[in-house]
Structures are given as C-alpha cells and as structure tokens.
C-alpha cells in the first residue's frame, strides 16, 4: 500500500500522485490541508524519512515568514506546533510505503518508492521528461 500525503493544488503533488497511479498502484490519498496532522504523525513521517521538522518546512505561499518560523533558533516543537495549527507549512508531497518514506520534491523522488515504473514517456506537468520510451530517466 501506498499512501500520498496530497495537496491537490500542488504541481508537484499532482505529478507524484499521476506516476503512482501510472505504475498501476491506487493509493491511499490524504488530502492533509482538509485532514491535518496529529503529533505522532508527523513526527514518525519525519523519522521515517529522515527528516527534522525545519527541512519539511515549507515556506513559499505560507505563513512560515509571517510566524517568524524561518528565523535561527526556532525549536523543532514550535516549528511542529506551527504545523499542527497551519497544516499547509509541511511540505508535500511526502509518500509511505513499504519502500521507504519520502518527500517527493522534485516529483521523480517518487520513482524510488514504486516496485513498478510506470510506463515512458512520462512527464510532469510542466513538459519535462522525467522517464523515456525505453523506461530510463534523462
């Protein structure tokens, strides 16, 4: 089972959730701006993947500047505290599966996890080729 923690107004979450479902896997998809986050949650995400609270912070279109979260100093339970409350300052798209825990950032990340590639070409959104006809990345 794989499950996508979405943002569906993400190019990149959208790119990530495509490949998946072009691998011929049907995810699990929590869309976590409208389900948020517990505590223990992002905190086994983190550990799984290796992350610390301050390198899953997202900062562009949040809130992060304005809370004061990018300053030096801010102690990873304000920054989780912070994601508890602002559910849109966890960067995304972080996928769980058997494979391991990633944040898929850029969205071929994700190719790492799947059993399965899917099949070439692929592309995201945006045109570019992330995986040719013959299934090798560029």
């Known amino acids: 089972m794989i499950v996508v923690f979405h943002n569906p107004a993400c190019g990149t979450s959208r790119n990530v959730l495509d490949f998946i479902r072009r691998s011929g ?18 905190l ?17 279109g949040t809130p992060a500047a304005e809370l004061g979260l990018l300053e030096d100093g801010v102690s990873d339970d304000a920054l989780l505290d912070a994601m508890l409350t602002h559910p849109i300052l ?14 898929c950032r850029p969205s071929e990340t994700v190719l790492d996890l799947l059993d399965t590639l899917p099949p070439g070409p692929l592309y995201k959104e945006d045109g570019e080729l992330v995986l040719t006809e ?5």
Do not use: K
Not at 95 to 103: D, E, Q, S, T
Not at 134 to 138: L, N, S, V
């Open 90 to 103: 966890v960067n995304r798209p972080i996928v769980a599966c058997p494979r391991g825990v990633r944040l």
């Open 25 to 42: 896997t049907d995810p699990v998809v929590i869309d976590y701006l409208t389900e948020g986050w517990t505590r223990p949650q992002l």
């Open 134 to 138: 013959e299934g090798h990345r560029p």
């Open 44 to 60: 086994a995400l983190f550990a799984a993947a290796g992350l610390r609270p301050r390198d899953a912070l997202r900062s562009r």
